[in-house]
Nanobody, 122 residues
C-alpha cells in the first residue's frame, strides 16, 4: 500500500505564503511525474503544478511566478512553495503520483493524497 500525505495547508492573508509537502509512505514505488491539483467549492479539479522524473517543472498559467514545485529525491517528497497568495487560490490541494507526465495531464494518477485545505482571506 502507498499513501501520499499532504501537509502545510492553512489560513493565510492575501499576499502571504504557504509551503505544502507531499510525503509518501508504505511500499516503495516509482513514478514518472508528481504534482498538485486543487479543487475549489463548486468547481472542477484543476491542475496546478507538476515535476517529472527528470526534474522538469510545469505550472498552470495562474500560478506562474508565484508557486514553485520542488522535490527531495532521497525522500520522494514533493513541495509546493506558494507565495503572493490570492483569495482565488483558496481550494483543497491534492498531491498525486502518476506513471507519466502524459497521464498526469489527463488526471489519471495512480495515487492521490487526502487533500489539504488552503484558505486565503482578503
Amino acid at each position: 500500500q502507498v499513501q501520499l500525505t499532504e501537509s502545510g495547508g492553512g489560513l493565510v492573508q492575501a499576499g502571504g505564503s504557504l509551503r505544502l509537502s507531499c510525503a509518501p509512505s508504505g511500499r516503495a514505488f516509482t513514478w514518472g511525474a508528481m504534482g498538485w491539483f486543487r479543487q475549489a467549492p463548486g468547481k472542477e479539479r484543476e491542475f496546478v503544478a507538476a515535476i517529472d522524473w527528470n526534474g522538469n517543472t510545469y505550472y498552470t498559467d495562474s500560478v506562474k511566478g508565484r508557486f514553485t514545485i520542488s522535490r527531495d529525491n532521497a525522500k520522494n517528497t514533493v513541495y509546493l512553495q506558494m507565495s503572493s497568495l490570492k483569495p482565488e487560490d483558496t481550494a483543497v490541494y491534492y498531491c498525486a503520483a502518476c506513471g507519466s507526465s502524459l497521464q498526469l495531464a489527463a488526471g489519471r494518477c495512480d495515487y492521490w493524497g487526502q487533500g489539504t485545505q488552503v484558505t486565503v482571506s482578503s
